[in-house]
């Protein structure tokens, strides 16, 4: 696996201090009831929209393209309820690497998990499919107390933050993967773990092929999944992790198991991703990571989205 960051008494050079100050911020914030986190993470994200209005901008254009039926009223009342969970997201952070077990359970409800633990139990690897929602860190630490697997990150090019998020994710999981090493999570697979895989972003034309995404019919999409899943054998399991209205906490959704997804071509599979995705975001629009430059990639001569 992934030789993953240690504590070291570097991490403590004043150069850090400041990252430092609002870790501790963060975990003061999340030691106060839930309700009231619930309210400064709305109005965090509400402050966030008027300060970081290219984001919001972002936000607008892609589901302008995703959902042209859509009302311009609609529009902008969902972008006003998605950047409230962007505040939820940060503070969701803080709550899924410092809240312990019995907190985060008594704010979480879990359904539809009986299928994985049977086919962990058969050592079946389950390549497990967390799309971007604002919830995702929570929704990881949630599932991990439920069935440790493996987690899949990109290392942080702050050193206190790289070594803060692998300390918070490893309290649920077994092991961590960078996102770029397919071989280690292909041993992972076929050895019979869980491994968390995000194939909704845009990760630029190398390892993408174009098919359709809600309304875009050429929005590039990773061609890991299929790679992944025609390799390992792996069964491909959905989970949703959502917020309950009105602060009353959260809610894994796991998905039915899909043992023989369309493997024929990368397009193929990708495709039939995209459909998977689509459902999982429409279970909770708002507060899906929208101010992502989704469609950044292009095919070759056809001009920007943005």
């Known amino acids: 696996m992934t030789h993953l960051p240690q504590f070291s008494r570097a991490l403590?050079?004043?150069?850090?201090?400041?990252?430092w100050l609002g870790i501790?911020?963060?975990w003061l914030v999340v030691l106060l009831p839930y309700p009231v986190i619930w309210r400064i993470g709305r109005l965090l994200g509400?402050?966030?929209?008027?300060?970081?209005?290219?984001?919001?901008?972002?936000?607008?254009?892609n589901l302008e393209l995703c959902?042209?039926?859509?009302?311009?009223a609609e529009r902008q009342r969902l972008v006003r309820q998605n950047f409230e969970s962007v505040g939820m997201g940060v503070l969701e952070t803080g709550m899924a690497w410092f809240w312990p077990d019995w907190r985060i359970a008594r704010w979480s409800e879990v359904s539809g998990m009986g299928p994985v633990?049977?086919?962990?139990?058969?050592?079946?690897?389950?390549?497990l499919i967390g799309v971007h929602f604002l919830t995702l860190?929570?929704?990881?630490?949630?599932?991990?107390?439920?069935?440790?697997?493996?987690?899949?990150?990109?290392?942080n090019d702050n050193p206190v933050l790289d070594w803060l998020q692998t300390w918070g994710r490893m309290r649920s999981n077994k092991d961590m993967i960078d996102r770029k090493d397919l071989k280690g999570m292909i041993r992972a697979l076929k050895g019979g773990e869980v491994v968390w895989y995000a194939p909704d972003h845009d990760y630029g034309?190398?390892?993408?092929?174009?098919?359709?995404?809600?309304?875009?019919?050429?929005?590039?999409?990773?061609?890991?999944?299929?790679?992944?899943?025609?390799?390992?054998?792996?069964?491909?399991?959905p989970f949703v992790p959502r917020r309950k209205p009105n602060g009353k906490g959260y809610e894994l959704i796991m998905l039915e198991p899909e043992n023989d997804p369309p493997l024929e071509s990368a397009e193929a599979t990708a495709a039939w991703m995209n459909?998977?995705?689509?459902?999982?975001?429409?279970?909770?629009?708002?507060?899906?990571?929208?101010?992502?430059?989704?469609f950044k990639t292009r095919p070759e001569g056809v001009p920007s989205r943005y």
């Open 137 to 155: 860190e929570l929704g990881a630490r949630m599932f991990g107390m439920q069935e440790p697997g493996i987690g899949v990150y990109r290392p």
């Open 205 to 237: 034309p190398r390892t993408s092929v174009f098919v359709p995404f809600f309304a875009v019919d050429q929005a590039a999409t990773t061609s890991g999944t299929w790679m992944l899943a025609r390799t390992s054998k792996a069964c491909i399991v």
């Open 24 to 26: 501790g911020v963060l």
């Open 275 to 294: 459909k998977v995705v689509e459902r999982c975001i429409m279970m909770a629009p708002d507060q899906y990571m929208w101010l992502h430059r989704r």
């Open 117 to 127: 633990k049977e086919l962990h139990a058969r050592k079946k690897g389950i390549l």
């Open 12 to 19: 403590l050079h004043p150069r850090y201090w400041l990252t």
């Open 67 to 72: 959902f042209p039926e859509m009302s311009e």
């Open 46 to 61: 509400w402050l966030s929209m008027k300060l970081i209005k290219r984001r919001a901008q972002i936000a607008h254009r």
